[in-house]
């Protein structure tokens, strides 16, 4: 995204799971399985952010795998993700 400029992010549906893989900029997130692993949809080789809404229940992360901090995402609300190449860990957005 580049400020000043109209982004255009691509959407799409996918299943909790203790390992997930969007393929989409936001995911429409179905169920209520934690989540400890995020598959970069850019390959990992640079930074990156995703959106997540958890639709049909809050969804948990914890630490087992690659996102740094344990959070629970809340029903109908969006949820930012940032990947660090530096770290190859995602980062949750303040969450309130």
């Given at each position: 995204m580049i400020p000043g400029i109209t982004s255009k992010l691509s959407e799409g549906a996918l299943d909790a799971g203790a390992t997930i893989t969007p393929k989409t900029d936001i995911v429409r997130l179905t169920g209520n399985t934690a989540i400890s692993t995020i598959?970069?949809?850019?390959?990992?080789?640079f930074s990156g952010i995703l959106f997540i809404v958890?639709?049909?229940?809050?969804?948990?992360?914890?630490?087992?795998g690659n996102v740094q901090n344990a959070v629970t995402m809340p029903q109908n609300q969006v949820t930012v993700l940032v990947y660090s190449k530096a770290t190859g860990k995602w980062y949750a957005g303040a969450i309130s």
């Open positions: 598959t970069p949809n850019f390959g990992g080789g958890p639709l049909t229940a809050s969804v948990a992360t914890n630490t087992a």
